[in-house]
Structure formats: C-alpha cells, structure tokens
C-alpha cells in the first residue's frame, strides 16, 4: 500500500509541474473536462466527505470528553473554520494583486501577502499527501476514490490559478504545491504515532478548504462553466459510489 500511495503523491506532483501543458483545455467556454472534473470534486464532498465528517465526531467525543451533539458541532466548525481560513487567504491574495497592480501595473502579490499565500497552499497540500497514508477509512477502495477526487480537484484548482496568474504558477505556485504534497507523504509514511483526534482535526480543516476550492473555481462567471458536464461529472461519480 505503501508503494501505491507514493505513485498517487507522484501524480498530484505531475498535475501541479505540467498542467501548463494541458493546452486542450484552454478557451472558452470552460472545457467539458474541467466542469466535469468540478462536479466529480463536489460529489465527492457530499458523498464521501460529509459523511465521513460525521463518522470523526466519535474521535472528537472520545478525546474531548463532549456529548454527541457537542462533537458534532465541533467536528463541523472546525471544517467551517478550514473554509473561512482558505477564503480568508484568497481575499488578501486578490487586494494584494489590485493593490500592486494599481501602483505599479503588475499582477503579482506583494511580498508579505505572497509568502502567506504559498504558506497556505503548502499547508493544504501537506494534508493531502499526508490523508493518503491517514484516512479515517483504511483500504484500497478508500484509497481510490480519494486519490481520485484530489487529482481531479487539483486538475481544476491548478489550471484556475495557473490561467489567472501564469508567470506567479510557474516561478513558484507550483513548486511550493508539489513539494507540500510529497512532504505530508513523507511525514505519513514515518508512520509516526499520531492521535486520533489530531487526524479527524486535519481531515476536517481539509474539507473545509475542498469545498471552497472546489466552488470558487466552478461558480464565478468568468469561469463560464458548463453546466451539463458538471452535472455529469457529480453523477457519474455517485454512481460509482452507490454500486461499490
């Protein structure tokens, strides 16, 4: 398991150094691929990962000593607070680009702002890679349709920031990001003790970022999305889900 866990952080390396290269999915309107992808990310957040939100609650009842309706709550704000964060992130890095580019008529993030921004992106990657060998839910099935909707996720949210930004993605965006993903599988396959709680924390913060990465690259109407393969995409994959 160890081995197949490596050549999924590889292909989320391989999304984050080349997508550049996937010039079949410039243009407008948005490719058929990349709405596709979007709905599949979606459906895997109200599929897979809601769900299995609520089974964390458990972990935090049993390590914070909270009635169920408490952990619950908590297991629910702790995902709140992941999307707060990254939408936080995003806000400054989007003022910080008006600002710099009013006074100067670049695009690129000040300084300050920019080394928080990639902070930010290392920190979400380095849970991605290191949920690859820390699920809640062990196996190969498990593991599949997580690595799955991140590399599709990743397809999406790397080809979004890359269209918006090319010359910021390619000096540095992308390198932060691949080196996140293969330091948080790093730290996994250490196979270090950690506690439970401690997981149902990041896996929640994690979702939390997911569901607003997901959205803000598929609901902005300059993206121009399409709806019917992203109704496609969220389909297929509840299919996929429901037939397991």
């Known amino acids: 398991m160890l081995a197949i866990t490596f050549v999924a952080a590889l292909a989320f390396v391989a999304v984050h150094l080349f997508v550049g290269r996937l ?20 459906a895997y957040i109200f599929l897979h990962v809601l769900p299995e939100l609520a089974a964390h ?10 009635s169920d309706e408490a952990a619950e709550a ?28 009013a006074a100067s008529g670049e695009s690129r993030l000040e300084r300050e702002v920019k080394w928080l921004h990639l902070g930010s992106f290392f920190f979400f990657n380095f849970l991605v890679g290191y949920l690859l060998l820390h699920r809640e839910q062990a196996g190969g099935w ?18 979004g920031q890359r269209q918006d930004h090319a010359e910021d993605y390619d000096a540095e965006t992308r390198w ?35 569901v607003l990465n997901t959205l803000k690259e598929e609901l902005p109407e300059d993206r ?7 109704a496609a995409g969220a389909a297929a994959y509840a299919v996929l889900l429901l037939i397991r």
């Open 23 to 42: 010039r079949f999915l410039e243009g407008k309107p948005r490719h058929a691929f990349l709405s596709f992808a979007g709905g599949i990310a979606v």
């Open 57 to 66: 609650q458990q972990t935090f009842a049993n390590a914070l000593a909270l």
């Open 74 to 101: 908590w297991v629910y704000l702790v995902s709140l607070l992941g999307l707060i964060v990254f939408f936080g992130l995003e806000h400054a890095a989007r003022r910080s680009r008006r600002r710099r580019h």
């Open 142 to 159: 498990s593991l599949a349709i997580y690595a799955a909707a991140m590399l599709l996720h990743f397809t999406t949210s790397d080809f």
């Open 176 to 210: 932060v990001l691949a080196a996140g993903v293969l330091a948080g599988w790093l730290v996994g396959a250490l196979d270090a003790e950690v506690p439970a709680i401690f997981i149902g924390f990041l896996f929640a913060f994690l979702a939390g970022g997911v």
């Open 224 to 230: 121009d999305s399409r709806f019917l393969p992203f």
